[in-house]
């Protein structure tokens, strides 16, 4: 699907763009928002792809996360070149809310779910970040591998995004990043996670995806 799909919800210099979603008897809402250039630049060539299966399951998510990974090269480990260019590489600035963008995929009636995002496309501008909101899960893992450009990783676990530690991927370049973190299983111990993804250098990633229950 493409951003044209949404309805504009919010007018104003952070617009909304909202696409309700039905699974069974779950229901959900995935909603953009942000600096409307800014949202439209990300945008503008980006597919979207969204899975929801209200019955999914560990075994869900552990079968996607190895599709997932077959995407990704396989590494040795980092190269003498990679470490000290990685040196070279500035601390990531903390974001602004005028170079984020939000989008969030809120359940608003059903429960128990297994999600998969793709976005292929999206052009991330330096210094701007796209954060990821979704409902309370158990496991969660993003990838990104980037076209052009360098895109960072961090995966969050409490909001104002400077409170609590964030699991963080920031190689340079085209190599691809990933987040990832589970808990078991049982009641009461879901988190909420937070995904941000950073321009580092303006560019487009070819994939970006997350994978959660």
């Known amino acids: 699907m493409r951003l044209e799909e949404f309805k504009r919800e919010r007018a104003g210099a952070r617009p909304a763009f909202m696409l309700p979603l039905e699974v069974g008897r779950s229901k959900y809402e995935l909603v953009i928002s942000g600096p409307g250039p800014a949202v439209k630049k990300m945008f503008a060539e980006a597919d979207i792809e969204v899975t929801i299966d209200p019955e999914g399951t560990q075994d869900t998510f552990s079968e996607q996360v190895r599709r997932a990974a077959r995407e990704i090269p396989k590494s040795g480990g980092l190269s003498l070149e990679a470490i000290e260019a990685g040196m070279k590489k500035k601390r990531i600035p903390e974001p602004t809310l005028a170079k984020s963008v939000f989008a969030t995929l809120q359940r608003v009636e059903g429960d128990g779910t297994f999600f998969f995002l793709a976005l292929g496309g999206l052009a991330i501008p ?88």
């Open 126 to 213: 330096a210094g701007f970040s796209l954060f990821v909101f979704l409902p309370p899960v158990w496991s969660c893992r993003a990838t990104v591998i980037p076209l052009t450009g360098d895109q960072d990783l961090m995966l969050l676990f409490s909001w104002p995004p400077w409170y609590g530690g964030p699991i963080s991927s920031t190689f340079g370049g085209t190599t691809p990043d990933v987040v990832a973190f589970g808990v078991p299983p049982f009641p009461g111990l879901e988190f909420v996670p937070v995904i941000r993804l950073i321009g580092f250098t303006t560019g487009i990633c070819r994939t970006f995806t997350i994978i959660a229950f």
